[in-house]
């Protein structure tokens, strides 16, 4: 029965993204839904960004064994990350009126700028996919035994067919309705679990010692490896394009900065209690804890919850995944074909224009596909995900909009410099966290470049 539930809403989800399809008659539609997303739709559709397989898997394999301190990265820094989107970058970049944050570095610092940016934001979304393809055969795998390497296969096919249909129209309408599948259902499994482990008081009295410590042991090491963890999202996804893209799908800059403000609050409370619902799951079947500690919640849900619950469980679950890996799929899509593909046409028509960004998300697709049968490690997948932008992206995207002096050079060297930076760090293995080398280095390259070239970068 369960597998038949998990069939019918894998198909359901098809037809639904076959529906918004027909919503879509430019590349504007496609890319950013027409900028019209109502505050709700827009609010769901941020939400979505990142609640997905790290949330529901990934964070509580880490919360299980390391308690709050293993998942500063999600929730706490996706919900930072959307909270600082809000009060500083939205508004900013939704009256730029672009498609893709390397068009920002294109008007703002050049074509050569706009090139390098997207040479390096485009692979840094594959890990992040392949960490949904990842959860998805998990899923799959745990519900109907089907082997895992098909079920990520099938999986991956299945949204990357609903988002070549529809682009951000079809990941716009099947974010909203999974996001309500998703809440409803994390709400009334907390409920249920909580309850059967005694109540709120007793789960946290019984909770292993250290497991709500929040601050790190004094040392300056235990610190800068702590704010690497808030980093690494909090910081690190600010300059990527399903952010952007997201942010541009509203109708008005205030819907964009009021719905990145209820997506942060939306995901530190919903991201939350998938945590919680693991606490309670290792004191009710400690045997659980025994496995692996991924597939602990859907492990409980199988072996001791009801239908209903199960259904429950495994809707939220596939629409966290779902959602988060079409967007996620459409991001690099269009900085491939916007800002690496379209360049060398010229002036193309819209159409056509179209038909590249829908093979250049079968392309994203397929690398992400290879590279979740390489690696089967989520949380791994993710963080790989995210540092790339951090230490190449974030300082010329915030120089760019926030100090007018700085120009083409700085930009290009503080690309350049911070991702040279990180990856020494990594090869040589230095004490200080690598990210940290490489956001050093990026700002060092962004002063470098701009007091060293004196000529002023167009401001927008």
Known sequence: MLA?????????????GRWASLKVKTANDFVVA?????????????????????TMLGATSEFAQHGLMGVMEDPFGASLCLLLVGLFYARKLYRSNLLTFCDFFKVRFGKKAELISALLMVPSYFGWIAAQIVAMGIVVNTVMGIDTTVAMVA????????????????????????????IIGILIITYVVVNKAGGLPTVIANAPAGTFRFFPESGWNNWLHYLAAWFTIGLGSIPQQDVFQRLM????????????YLGALMYLVIGSLPLLIVLCAQQLYPELAAGDTEKILPNMVLQHGNLFIQVLFFGALLSAVMSTTSGAILA????????????????????KFLRVIRLSVVAVSAISMVMALGSQNIYELVAASSVLSLVSLFVPLTAGLYWKRSNEAGAILSIILGTAGYMAAEWWETGMPSLFVGLLCSIGGMLLGTFLVRAKAPVT
Request: charged share 10%; net charge neutral; proline share 3%.
């Open 4 to 16: 038949a539930f998990v069939i019918l809403y894998l198909l359901l989800t098809i037809l639904v």
């Open 34 to 54: 027409g900028r019209s997303l109502p505050l709700g739709i827009s609010t769901c559709v941020i939400f979505a960004t990142w609640f997905g397989s790290e």
């Open 155 to 182: 999986s991956g096919i299945i949204v990357m067919g609903y988002t070549y249909m529809g682009g951000m129209w079809s990941v716009s309408i099947t974010d909203f309705i999974q996001t309500i599948m998703i």
């Open 249 to 260: 799908s509203s109708k008005s800059e205030r819907v964009a900065q009021h719905s990145s």
């Open 332 to 351: 690099p899509a269009t900085v491939l074909g916007e800002n690496i593909v379209r360049p060398f046409f010229g002036n193309i028509s819209d159409k």
